[in-house]
């Protein structure tokens, strides 16, 4: 295996690039490694005027509701003052955008329940559920599936 550093002075953010001849199982782990390496792995939110800085691990989704971004752990609900297509760009690749309107940490699924017209995911260790849209089932199913 060969690794190489190359500075690029016009990249925004760092870019990490892997090569490999085929499907090595090597390769899959140093990706999934990488992706939970985040240079930022706090959110800040509130609740009411306390600020707080939500650890991305701890995060089961992200929705907008009346309005608002809402970020959701497993006991509290909190608020971004981010735009949802915002963070979609910014957060690491183990979230996903499941709906028009919600992001998912595909860490923390724990169930999927697919019927005709929708798809209901659970997290685990939470009663809180969300629904994805037809249109992300298929990308939500296949990132999963990467995931195992």
Partial sequence: MKIRLEVDNTLQEPEVIIKASNHDPNVEKIKKLLEKVSLTNTLTCYQGSTEYFINLDTILFIETADRRLQVHTKDNIYISKDHLYALADRLPGYF?????????NLYQVNALNKSISNCLISFQNSNKQIYASRRYY???QERLNEMR
């Fill in 96 to 104: 996903l955008q499941i709906s028009k309107s919600a992001l998912i």
């Fill in 138 to 140: 298929k990308q939500l």
